[in-house]
């Protein structure tokens, strides 16, 4: 079945660094790749998604390139904010399976000032 | 993009009661999903709700355990049937817009005990 994977558990970083955060995809289909974010306490809040190969998707200063070729989709900011700590999730759509989303395990992002 | 409210925001029951899940929208939708998280997990699909059908249940979620009702185009219900301290967990309903991006309501915070 369609699966995601992010390495990274826990990411620390300092205000100004930059961010990447890695999603690879394993899926039969061709499917559509987006970053959620979520805060204490909130539900998941949609950042962005891609639909096709080299499609860039971007929110926020946030942003991830679809590469079919390395099945990735990594999550990438060049200068993090404290306010940008929170537990970022990719996930695969497979339209194909009636609008399904497949999580990643998450990566919990942690900016201090 | 679809709001989504669920009602109550949190609940306590105890070991072998039921309890009821609202999700409500501000528009209609074709689709509507639950989730369930456990503490510092990501996110399960438990099933998707259309209008007027039956919802179908992914691996490890049935029908007697979890019923879910989608009577129409802005509402659908998720019941808990004799809940377990093993379904202590957050609920989340979403949907998808028209461009099949979905979007999530804030959950419900369940406690058994």
């Known amino acids: 079945g369609d699966s995601v994977t992010q390495t990274e558990g826990q990411v620390a970083l300092s205000e100004e660094d930059f961010l990447t955060i890695h999603c690879n995809y394993s899926?039969?289909?061709?499917?559509?790749l987006f970053w959620y974010v979520q805060y204490p306490g909130e539900g998941p809040q949609f950042l962005f998604r891609a639909s096709r190969d080299k499609e860039k998707g971007s929110s926020r200063g946030f942003e991830a390139t679809y590469d079919k070729g390395t099945t990735s989709f990594h999550l990438r900011k060049a200068s993090v904010q404290e306010s940008d700590s929170a537990v970022y999730y990719c996930?695969?759509?497979?339209?194909?399976?009636?609008?399904?989303?497949?999580f990643g395990t998450g990566t919990s992002l942690l900016v201090d000032p | 993009s679809v709001l989504l409210y669920q009602k109550p925001n949190r609940d306590i029951c105890q070991s072998g009661t039921s309890l009821k899940i609202q999700c409500v929208a501000d528009s209609q939708v074709v689709s509507m999903f639950w989730y369930q998280q456990f503490q510092e997990q990501s996110l399960m699909l438990m099933a998707t709700a259309n209008e007027g059908s039956e919802a179908t249940y992914e691996s490890g979620f049935t029908k007697d355990k979890f019923p879910i009702s989608r009577p129409n185009l802005t509402f659908s219900t998720l019941t808990v049937n004799n809940a377990r301290p093993g379904d202590s967990s957050i609920y989340f309903c979403s949907s998808s817009s028209l461009q099949d991006t979905q979007y999530f309501g804030p959950g419900t915070r369940l406690l058994v005990l």
């Open positions: 899926a039969s289909g061709y499917p559509a």
């Open positions: 996930a695969l759509g497979d339209f194909n399976m009636g609008y399904k989303l497949t």
